[in-house]
């Protein structure tokens, strides 16, 4: 059963315009969410975070929103830029501290 | 610097053997994780552990082991028993405060393939 749940395996966007990647999730005990940045044969790079307390956290070019009544995550890049193609994985904390994993979305953003 | 160092890069195994990924971290990390990334799976758990001496198993962890006989270090075994290893494999780490939350940080993976 799968508790975090990226729909959509990859998106294309042109350089400039906004990125959403969207992730849902089915547990409401999660208190803790992330956004992890993956290029091919690295390992993943920590991007943003969010507390199940908060609706929104803000860094830089990189927003993300919470939607608990919905269990909903999104990931909001404005502008999108070249650099950004990549798989981003959502994941959520458990129980101790152990993160469940999305299948991950692959952004491809287009010069 | 630091990080997460895991080694080899690359891995290949003949069937029936038994192989070790080493993963070693000097952020003074208490936690650390094994994950397996398939494609289009993103990543599942193999094993954790909190603590030097202590592991428990994830959602995976049949034909793997692991050891946590020093804080810096967490090797993951592969045995002959694993029917499926060929995988991207990627150790990680995080602060253990016990209870705030805290992202875990990565290595750049070990690719293990099967002869």
């Known amino acids: 059963d799968q508790q975090v749940k990226q729909n959509s395996p990859s998106l294309s966007v042109q350089e400039g315009r906004i990125s959403i990647l969207n992730c849902d999730y089915t547990?409401?005990?999660?208190?803790?969410f992330l956004w992890y940045k993956k290029y091919p044969a690295e390992g993943p790079t920590f991007l943003i975070s969010?507390?199940?307390?908060?609706d929104k956290n803000e860094d830089g070019r990189f927003t993300v929103f919470l939607n608990k009544s919905a269990k909903h995550l999104s990931l909001h890049i404005v502008p999108s830029q070249p650099g950004d193609s990549a798989v981003y994985f959502c994941?959520?904390?458990?129980?101790?501290?152990?993160?469940?994993f999305g299948q991950g979305t692959e952004l491809s953003v287009k010069p | 610097d630091g990080g997460i160092t895991q080694s080899p890069k690359y891995l290949f195994r003949k069937e029936g053997q038994n192989v070790t990924l080493s993963c070693e971290q000097n952020?003074?990390?208490?936690?650390m994780y094994w994950y397996r990334q398939d494609p289009g799976q993103g990543l599942r758990l193999i094993y954790y552990?909190?603590?030097?001496?202590?592991?428990q198993k994830g959602d995976i962890a049949e034909g793997y082991s692991v050891s946590r006989e020093k804080k810096e270090s967490f090797p993951l075994t592969v045995t002959s028993a694993q029917k499926n290893p060929t995988a991207f494999y990627l150790c990680?780490?995080?602060?253990?405060?016990?209870?705030?939350?805290?992202?875990?940080?990565f290595g750049d993976g070990t690719r293990l393939s099967i002869l």
């Open positions: 990680a780490s995080s602060i253990d405060n016990g209870g705030v939350p805290q992202p875990q940080h």
């Open positions: 547990n409401s005990m999660f208190d803790y």
């Open positions: 969010i507390s199940s307390i908060k």
């Open positions: 994941a959520a904390r458990g129980g101790q501290g152990k993160l469940i």
């Open positions: 952020l003074n990390h208490d936690a």
């Open positions: 552990s909190q603590i030097v001496n202590d592991f």
